[in-house]
């Protein structure tokens, strides 16, 4: 059946995601699961689907607690005292998205079986017949932001660093101004007013949708920017001179701060976490939180991150908690400022970019690609998720998207003029398939 992508279950709200699906996902849960937390972001789209998936909870029997609108991580910490937790979000995409990620109490996404369980249920339409007697009931969680914030500060000092948080008018504006002023910092506000249409920028946390947060930074003589994404699993930051550190430039500096042993990151981690951890063993996985998350607790590793911007601390919790990260960061800039932090890593050329195409060919598209890929010339080919090319002196992975219809190419090498002539390659062959 495929609902489930790397993150969840997403799509265009009125198209693949309807009030029919939700109200079946939330009958499923309610077959295998005795009670469910739910939240949900500030989409327009939200609220209405968190009546349809409670509705079916409901309707199995199941008792349901509403968190309200909060953040993912929130959500998913909410979800240690349930049976299980569903969080109504599409993250990261347009507004005309949505979806829901579902949690077990540990904090981790559910993992294959259970998503496979969910689908399963769904498709045979293998639900708990609905009886007038035999209804859950509604109750309301009313400390789920409170009890999120107090679990992080038990992990981090005091600080007095002058911080600009931009929420992108997602769930995080009702939490991470919260957290970094209570640790002591001076915050300045961004967008921490909840839009579900993403007006103010959009919801994901990438360079191009950045420039106010890069401009206030400078013209307030703040230390450190913060953003986030629509629900905050993701963190990425502007340094105290205005240059952007994503998340390619934050994870071996999270990495150096966090790992001693064991570091799992996703297939298209860079080369440059072997050269400044070279006496740590890095695990790599499939691209997304579930498959980084499943690592870490199988490997017992003391972090793992995304070059999205997405980060796992496993001695706070195994759900990406982008408000956590960004308690974490400001608790670094303390001791050094962010642009050094940054300069002290090694950066090797990388060079990213996406290639659409059209759903209806994404089988022969797909096909034709592997074929296509798997006959370029190189020293090693992984392909736990996508391809990744290994050369003697670079990389390139070509992976489909697993929320849209797109197949991501990235590349790296030690040097500008390689990562280039292995990029270009690469996305010409691409281009032409697709074509």
């Known amino acids: 059946m495929g609902l489930f992508g790397t993150s969840g279950i997403r799509g265009r709200v009125g198209e693949e995601i309807t009030i029919e699906l939700f109200r079946d996902i939330g009958r499923a849960i309610g077959a295998e699961y005795e009670d469910c937390v739910v939240g949900h972001d500030p989409r327009t789209s939200s609220e209405m689907l968190e009546c349809a998936l409670v509705s079916g909870l409901l309707s199995a029997g199941r008792d349901c607690s509403l968190a309200g609108m909060v953040s993912t991580p929130t959500l998913a910490w909410a979800g240690r005292n349930h049976a299980c937790g569903a969080m109504i979000t599409a993250s990261h995409n347009p507004p005309e998205y949505n979806g829901v990620k579902l949690w077990n109490p540990n904090g981790l996404s559910f993992v294959s079986v259970q998503r496979a369980g969910i689908e399963d249920r769904i498709e045979r339409g293998s639900f708990v017949k609905m009886t007038w007697d035999r209804v859950g009931r509604i109750d309301v969680l009313e400390n789920a932001i409170t009890d999120h914030i107090d679990s992080i500060l038990d992990h981090v000092p005091e600080s007095t660093v002058r911080v600009v948080v931009d929420c992108g008018g997602g769930a995080t504006a009702e939490i991470s101004p919260q957290v970094l002023e209570r640790m002591g910092c001076e915050v300045i506000p961004l967008n921490c007013k909840p839009d579900g249409r993403f007006r103010s920028r959009g919801s994901e946390p990438v360079e191009k949708n950045l420039a106010a947060l890069k401009e206030a930074v400078c013209s307030k003589n703040a230390d450190l920017g913060i953003a986030h994404d629509g629900d905050g699993d993701r963190m990425v930051a502007v340094d105290e001179k205005g240059n952007y550190a994503g998340g390619e430039a934050l994870l071996p500096v999270f990495a150096k701060e966090e790992v001693k042993n064991s570091l799992v990151v996703p297939i298209n981690g860079s080369m440059v976490l072997d050269d400044i951890l070279s006496g740590a063993k890095i695990w790599r996985t499939k691209v997304g939180d579930v498959f980084v998350g499943e690592e870490i607790e199988e490997r017992g590793a003391d972090f793992g991150g995304e070059p999205s911007?997405?980060?796992?601390?496993?001695?706070?919790?195994?759900?990406?908690?982008?408000?956590?990260?960004?308690?974490?960061?400001?608790?670094?800039?303390?001791?050094?400022?962010?642009?050094?932090?940054?300069?002290?890593?090694?950066?090797?050329?990388?060079?990213?970019?996406?290639?659409?195409?059209?759903?209806?060919?994404?089988?022969?598209?797909?096909?034709?690609?592997?074929?296509?890929?798997?006959?370029?010339?190189?020293?090693?080919?992984?392909?736990?998720?996508?391809?990744?090319?290994?050369?003697?002196?670079?990389?390139?992975?070509?992976?489909?998207?697993?929320?849209?219809?797109?197949?991501?190419?990235?590349?790296?090498?030690?040097?500008?003029?390689?990562?280039?002539?292995?990029?270009?390659?690469?996305?010409?062959?691409?281009?032409?398939?697709?074509?």
Not at 315 to 322: A, M, Q, T
Not at 386 to 392: I, P, V
Not at 404 to 421: F, Q
């Open 309 to 435: 911007g997405t980060w796992i601390f496993p001695r706070h919790f195994l759900c990406p908690d982008g408000v956590f990260a960004a308690a974490r960061l400001v608790t670094m800039v303390s001791r050094s400022p962010l642009s050094e932090l940054v300069e002290s890593i090694p950066r090797y050329p990388l060079i990213e970019e996406s290639v659409s195409f059209a759903q209806s060919r994404k089988r022969d598209i797909l096909s034709k690609l592997k074929e296509e890929v798997e006959g370029v010339e190189c020293a090693s080919l992984n392909t736990i998720d996508g391809w990744r090319l290994e050369f003697e002196d670079g990389w390139v992975l070509v992976r489909p998207s697993g929320t849209e219809p797109k197949i991501r190419i990235t590349a790296e090498a030690r040097e500008d003029e390689r990562a280039k002539e292995i990029y270009n390659s690469m996305i010409s062959l691409v281009k032409e398939v697709v074509a």
